[in-house]
């Protein structure tokens, strides 16, 4: 790309970027199983007003924008009460899902180093715990030991994951519930591991943080995972995903503010500048993403966040539902939130194949490859697809049955 000579009106660059857009698939025709969480236009417009009025300020600069700091402790505090914190908690506003995990990875191994003496530290995770820890095991040197999960439910097996435990083992991880399966890990049998073994419990409850309490208050059964449970040490929950807010916006939240100050915190003090504190991995970082967040509770509510949480279990009632009468099809079991993954119960038709042709309608399709499916990750807009989607996963399935290909693709980078 080169510069323009002069510079551009804003209609002229709003029409290059509508041209730059014009292959993405269509996320408010809820095409798309991924990447994006939406109600309505009212809810964004509120996101985008939030987030321009405080699009320049600085959440690094606290003492310079006092605002952007009560607005963060609200936010964090809503969180802190939502998942049953202890009086003593306390939380930090990320990113998103991966920084929150990387932090309280981090802060694990600072925990564990300062007072037992860990050097060689390694974390024990079921196989279908996110790659963030795996990401974050990369960079801060700390080994990630991925234990397969039980083969009836696809959750951690905790009697596989306790035999990986040893003398420089510093925590575990559970997931609230896992991306791949939507499946709620034993948090509470795992929360008795930590504390038996004197070990970091992280809960990753990226997808279900924002969600799951309100899905439990309607009815559905789902397990104790959150702060209630004895052994949970630390906590992510993403904003940007069923919290609805604008991106990129997460929490990781610790059961005490010790955890925080000594095991979190980068003081810094050696340059010329003087002191520099963080607990983030940013350094600056955008005052719009937060207010847009706090924007997103005030306006939703608690009654915003429950009817969010009845467009989701409703939508994918009607789904599986559908689903179940495409002959060749059946639904992967178990599956406990707003996410479920759609299987051959044909041998003779290849979920590869349908995924292909779904693709030629126009949808975004999530490919499972362990084992081989179509995953769905529901939001509140996907309330509107449904029909369209029944009539096309079922057109799909008669073209793979005719066509008696096998697909190429083996699964999705996401």
């Known amino acids: ?22 292959d993405d698939v ?15 236009d009212e809810l964004a417009d509120v996101q985008k007003r939030a987030y321009a009025a405080f699009w320049t300020e600085n959440s690094l600069g606290k003492r310079a924008f006092p605002s952007l700091a009560k607005l963060e402790s609200d936010v964090v505090d809503f969180g802190l009460a939502l998942l049953n914190a202890p009086d003593d908690a306390a939380g930090t506003f990320t990113s998103g899902g991966s920084e ?34 795996s990401r974050a095991g990369h960079a801060l040197g700390i080994e ?11 959750k951690a097996d905790i009697g596989a994951m306790a035999a990986r435990i040893d003398d420089n083992t510093i925590g575990l991880v559970g997931s609230a519930p896992c991306y791949p399966f939507g499946v709620f890990d034993p948090i509470r049998e795992l929360g008795a591991l930590a504390l038996s073994r004197d070990l970091w419990l992280h809960v990753d409850a990226c997808v279900g943080g924002f969600l799951s309490p309100y899905v439990k208050r309607l009815g559905h059964p789902l397990p104790d995972w959150d702060f209630s449970v004895p052994g949970v040490t630390s906590l992510s929950a993403d904003l ?25 915190t980068f003081d810094f003090r050696e340059w010329e500048r003087g002191p520099y504190v963080a607990w983030t991995m940013q350094g600056t970082r955008p005052g719009g993403a937060v207010a847009a967040a706090w924007a997103t509770l005030q306006h939703l509510g608690d009654a915003g966040y429950l009817r969010c949480a009845r467009m989701i279990m409703d939508t994918k009632k009607a789904l599986i539902d559908g689903i179940g009468r495409i002959p060749g099809l059946a639904v992967l079991e178990p599956s406990e939130l707003s996410i479920f993954v ?3 119960a044909d041998p003779a038709l290849d979920i590869g194949a349908v995924s292909d042709a779904m693709g030629t309608r126009g949808w ?16 509140p807009s996907h309330e509107r697809m ?3 989607y029944l009539a096309d996963l079922a057109w799909a399935v008669g073209q793979a049955r005719q066509s008696g290909t096998r697909s190429a693709h083996a699964g999705s980078t996401y």
Do not use: C
């Open 1 to 22: 790309m080169e510069l323009p000579k002069e510079g551009l009106a804003w209609r002229e660059i709003e029409a290059l970027l509508n041209d730059a857009k014009k």
């Open 26 to 40: 269509s996320w408010r025709d809820a095409r798309m199983a991924v990447y994006y969480y939406y109600l309505d």
């Open 100 to 133: 929150s995990i990387f932090l309280a990875v981090q802060t694990a191994r600072d925990w564990a180093r300062e007072t037992k003496g860990i050097r060689e530290p390694n974390f024990v995770v079921p196989r279908s715990a996110h790659p963030a820890f």
């Open 144 to 154: 990630v030991r991925r234990v397969p999960t039980t083969r009836n439910d696809f």
């Open 240 to 264: 940007h995903k069923h919290g609805m807010a604008a991106k990129g916006a997460s929490l990781m939240l610790l059961r005490s503010k010790e955890l925080k100050e000594k095991y979190q």
């Open 342 to 344: 759609t299987r051959s």
């Open 364 to 379: 975004l399709i999530g490919r499972q490859a362990e084992p081989p499916g179509i995953h769905m990750h529901l939001n």
């Open 386 to 388: 449904v029909d369209e």
